[in-house]
């Protein structure tokens, strides 16, 4: 009888605990849009994705804990990125202009400009990348591409057990087995309504690409990076992409970027939306020890 009367109140201890995260992990998302009324009439996708989230994460009492103090969160990764060696993006796509308006930094101090949306995938990204296991995985990944001369390649970062893993996911242009889009990777349509953390994909046409190491900019409707995450924003309310870039030798650096809508109560116009953008360069890493 002791043992059963243990076994419920441990039970019932491990639902509250459960019930209490979930409820924490709800109240710092819901800073963010994506809890608002506005993501939930047109963000069904980002909804979703945050459930995502809140589902796998509301078991991880240690990042519960930290959402306690938002700034402590931004100040532990930004120590842990300044330490870091990075490779900042050097060239555009040929259409982009580089006075455009997506010009952008990469730089550690971006941090203090994420949502919390953004913040909290940023720091479980970073999490798995202080994992050998996990940085030996994406190398793998990125190896594959080289190999492709046909298309990039890219899919879904998902949880798995014990650290994140990039679950592949074959472009739109794999299959016309043309040279022309190496250097595109287009996801398809049905893979998007998967619920992720965040998408993405590589730049790992040759042995070096560090001159395009991070998103590319491009115009809306033409592409690039940056402009197609805009796109997506506007249909979906946020959106959340990791590049990985094939560095000389067995190394790659990693970058998130991110896109939110930004709801106003405009009495005149009404709701109106603003679309800010951010970029985090989160390192340069080494595969294959």
Request: net charge positive; with cysteine.
């Amino acid at each position: 009888m002791a043992d059963l009367i243990d076994r419920i109140k441990g039970n019932m201890s491990e639902r509250l605990r459960l019930a209490r995260n979930k409820n924490r992990l709800e109240d710092f998302l819901g800073k963010n849009c994506g809890f608002s009324i506005c993501a939930r009439i047109l963000g069904e996708r980002a909804y979703a994705n945050n459930n995502y989230l809140i589902k796998n994460l509301c078991k991880n009492n240690d990042i519960c804990d930290l959402l306690y103090n938002e700034g402590e969160i931004k100040d532990n990764l930004y120590k842990k990125l300044v330490k870091m060696p990075h490779t900042y993006r050097k060239k555009s796509m040929p259409y982009s202009n580089p006075k455009s308006v997506f010009q952008y930094s990469e730089e550690p101090d971006n941090v203090n400009g994420l949502n919390p949306s953004q913040l909290l995938r940023v720091w479980i990204i970073m999490e798995s990348l202080e994992k050998q296991e996990f940085v030996n995985h994406v190398g793998r990944l990125i190896e594959d591409n080289l190999k492709d001369p046909y298309t990039e390649h890219g899919g879904l970062v998902l949880f798995g057990n014990d650290m994140l893993k990039l679950y592949n996911v074959e472009s739109r242009f794999a299959k016309k087995k043309d040279i022309r889009y190496k250097g595109t990777y287009k996801m398809p349509f049905k893979a998007s309504s998967i619920q992720n953390i965040a998408k993405y994909h590589f730049h790992a046409s040759k042995e070096d690409c560090s001159e395009y190491a991070g998103p590319s900019q491009g115009f809306p409707l033409i592409g690039g990076d940056l402009a197609s995450a805009l796109c997506e924003t506007i249909l979906d309310n946020e959106s959340h992409h990791v590049i990985a870039t094939k560095l000389n030798g067995q190394r790659f650096n990693i970058d998130y970027f991110g896109c939110e809508a930004v709801w106003n109560n405009n009495q005149k116009k009404g709701n109106t939306a603003e679309y800010p953008q951010i970029v985090l360069d989160l390192g340069n890493y080494e595969y294959g020890k």
